[in-house]
């Protein structure tokens, strides 16, 4: 009868390592996996990349390219579009965060929603446009949320109450 194995070390000597179920392809797609090709850049005949922006109910058709900082919307220009300084802040922000102020024009079409969800939509767009013209500014607008649709919206009225959730006037007589 053999003698069976006392120590870790006999245990190690005894154990065969089979290699895993295609071990030559793995090699193979194992390789493929570490050579990360760098993305390349979206852009039209025009050179300019499109993006859609959305927030509550507006839609923004976004086009940027390389320019002086000039902003069209629907085409009128953004101080007559959106005349509260709040919302041409809010269009701004992806190109401070990136820190691209004054190298991109921008011209969009916006449709649905108030004033506010089309600058929210407009900044979406402009971000994810932004990703397509230059993808090594990725890790820093989604690091500021600019690339994640904001998906609040308003809730629908139900029957039996006045509002979304407001119940009708109570009477006790």
Same mark, same amino acid.
């Given at each position: 009868?053999?003698?069976?194995? =006392?120590?870790?070390?006999?245990?190690?000597?005894?154990? !065969?390592?089979?290699?895993?179920?295609?071990?030559?392809q793995? @090699?193979?797609? $194992?390789?493929? +996996?570490q050579?990360?090709?760098?993305?390349?850049?979206?852009?039209d &005949?025009?050179?300019?990349?499109? &993006?859609?922006? /959305?927030? /509550?109910?507006?839609? &923004?058709?976004?086009?940027? /390219?390389? $320019?002086?900082?000039?902003?069209? !919307?629907? *085409?009128?220009?953004?101080?007559?579009?959106?005349?509260?300084?709040?919302?041409?802040?809010?269009?701004?922000?992806?190109? *401070?965060? +990136?820190?691209?102020?004054?190298?991109?024009? @921008?011209?969009?079409?916006?449709?649905? *929603?108030?004033?506010?969800?089309?600058?929210? +939509? !407009?900044?979406? $767009?402009?971000?994810? +446009?932004?990703?397509?013209?230059?993808? $090594?500014?990725r890790? @820093?607008?989604? =690091?500021?949320?600019?690339?994640?649709?904001?998906?609040?919206? @308003?809730?629908?009225? =139900?029957? *039996?109450r006045?509002?979304?959730?407001?119940?009708?006037?109570?009477?006790?007589?």
């Amino acid at each position: 009868m053999a003698e069976e194995p =006392k120590t870790l070390e006999d245990l190690k000597d005894l154990a !065969v390592v089979a290699p895993p179920q295609g071990a030559d392809q793995g @090699v193979e797609q $194992g390789a493929e +996996a570490q050579t990360l090709e760098p993305v390349k850049p979206v852009i039209d &005949a025009q050179g300019r990349a499109y &993006a859609t922006g /959305k927030r /509550k109910d507006a839609v &923004a058709r976004v086009w940027i /390219k390389p $320019g002086t900082g000039k902003v069209t !919307v629907n *085409g009128r220009d953004q101080e007559t579009y959106f005349a509260r300084p709040v919302l041409r802040m809010i269009i701004h922000q992806p190109f *401070g965060v +990136a820190e691209r102020e004054g190298q991109f024009d @921008v011209n969009c079409t916006v449709k649905g *929603g108030g004033l506010s969800g089309q600058a929210g +939509a !407009v900044r979406h $767009g402009i971000s994810k +446009a932004l990703t397509l013209y230059e993808p $090594g500014l990725r890790p @820093v607008l989604k =690091k500021g949320g600019f690339l994640t649709r904001d998906s609040r919206v @308003v809730e629908r009225k =139900k029957y *039996g109450r006045a509002k979304a959730r407001r119940s009708f006037q109570f009477s006790k007589r």
